[in-house]
């Protein structure tokens, strides 16, 4: 039986290019020279400017290469750097 993990849903969204990605885990045997997938895990991730996504799957790694350009990165660091330390003191 082999097992895969699979992208979908790979969107960078928002004012600061926020990466959102679904990821689903496909058991996959073959049965009567039929391969049958099985999917036995369901994921949600999101990813802001200031994550370092080098030793994430390269379908993001090449998004956030082509989305997070340097004035992207800039306004987000400047966008946190404005929230509250704590938020309970909103």
């Known amino acids: 039986?082999?097992?895969?993990?699979?992208?979908?849903d790979l969107k960078?969204?928002?004012?600061?290019?926020v990466i959102f990605v679904k990821r689903t885990t496909v058991n996959i045997e073959t049965i009567n020279d039929e391969d049958?997938?099985?999917i036995t895990a369901t994921s949600r991730a999101s990813y802001a400017p200031?994550?370092?996504?080098s030793s994430?799957?390269?379908?993001i790694?090449?998004?956030?290469?082509?989305?997070?350009t340097s004035d992207?990165?800039?306004s987000y660091n400047t966008?946190?750097?404005?929230q509250p330390k704590n938020p309970i003191e909103l």
Do not use: P, Y
Not at 50 to 53: A, E, L, N, P, T
């Open 79 to 82: 966008f946190m750097s404005n």
């Open 61 to 68: 790694i090449d998004l956030a290469a082509t989305e997070w």
């Open 12 to 17: 960078a969204r928002g004012e600061h290019k």
């Open 50 to 53: 200031d994550v370092d996504v």
């Open 1 to 8: 039986m082999a097992t895969e993990i699979r992208l979908s």
């Open 56 to 59: 994430l799957e390269q379908e």
């Open 72 to 74: 992207i990165v800039s």
């Open 36 to 38: 049958i997938e099985t």
